[in-house]
């Protein structure tokens, strides 16, 4: 199945019973809230960089669960806060196969801001036991809002807060004292290393949000 620009899809229909993993985009005075972490990072000459890498807030499905109940577990689980979802009022598709991204209208009461698919290398192979399996893998963000101000980063590193518009830099590797330098912002447990690297994974979706969330200066 492919589907063009604005046509309407329904995304309880397509997740259900099939393979996901979901997150939420929190947005805070214009800056969107990212997670530092300091684990799977690449390595050079055998040995792991210093840095940090940046990661969304979200994560893979349980068994039973919907898209919706997923998005909010994991942000909850990892920013230790409760959260309510928010109906976006534009929804984006993408599609990792071709890199094809364009508008689509969409029927679910609590629309997704960005939703992608990957085809599945093994159809019939769940990613872990007791997951459905499928000919694809959906990725789903949400937008979102805390019940109660953030006061901790929960169980990551730190959380980052920076300005759409700022994602670019992330791109060149800059240490997190050049980030804040320009402007970005964090919440540490512990002080983190203003000289480590910020590393952003190439097929990170917020690399994408960033740049759709500027064409919607009203979330901002």
């Not at 990072?41 to 792991?48: A, H, Q, T």
């Not at 800059?174 to 910020?198: D, F």
């Amino acid at each position: 199945m492919t589907f063009s620009r604005l046509e309407s899809i329904d995304v309880r229909h397509l997740t259900t019973n099939q393979p996901f993993c979901a997150g939420v985009i929190l947005l805070q005075q214009g800056q969107l809230v990212v997670s530092l972490n300091a684990d799977y990072l690449p390595s050079e000459g055998g040995n792991k960089t210093a840095a940090y890498r940046i990661r969304g807030v979200g994560g893979d499905q349980v068994p039973g669960e919907t898209i919706w109940q997923c998005a909010l577990r994991e942000a909850k689980a990892k920013l230790q806060v409760e959260l309510t979802l928010l109906p976006s009022p534009a929804t984006y598709f993408h599609e990792i196969d071709t890199g094809e991204q364009y508008p689509v209208n969409c029927t679910d009461t609590i629309a997704p801001f960005l939703l992608e698919r990957q085809s599945n290398l093994y159809p019939y192979t769940p990613m872990h036991p007791g997951l459905p399996a499928g000919p694809y893998t959906y990725f789903s963000l949400f937008l979102a809002q805390t019940v109660h101000p953030l006061t901790q980063p929960g169980t990551v590193a730190g959380l980052l807060f920076i300005q759409p518009h700022l994602w670019p830099i992330l791109q060149q590797q800059p240490t997190l004292e050049t980030l804040l330098q320009h402007g970005a912002t964090i919440m540490e447990n512990t002080r983190l290393v203003r000289e480590h690297r910020i590393w952003v994974h190439p097929w990170e979706s917020f690399t994408l949000a960033a740049t759709l969330l500027q064409r919607h200066p009203e979330l901002l």
